[in-house]
């Protein structure tokens, strides 16, 4: 687990929708890992999964 992300660059993602309230932000700059949050709660928790599993989860989002 990588605990500190006071490097990460994070940046909306492409998937974010804000007529619907759906924020996500991603952070790069973390080698292998791609951390995601909800915009709303900056400082709220973050879910920081695996490059190989992010690429798993936008590959599943553009078959629907």
């Known amino acids: 687990m990588?605990?500190?992300?006071?490097?990460?660059?994070?940046?909306?993602?492409?998937?974010?929708?804000?007529?619907?309230?759906?924020?996500?932000?991603?952070?790069?700059?973390?080698?292998?890992?791609?951390?995601?949050?909800?915009?709303k709660v900056q400082d709220g928790p973050v879910l920081v999964l695996s490059a190989t599993a992010w690429a798993g989860f936008v590959d599943g989002l553009k078959v629907h």
């Open 2 to 39: 990588h605990d500190d992300l006071s490097a990460a660059s994070w940046r909306t993602s492409s998937y974010t929708t804000a007529t619907e309230g759906l924020c996500v932000e991603v952070a790069d700059g973390i080698p292998g890992l791609v951390p995601v949050r909800d915009s």
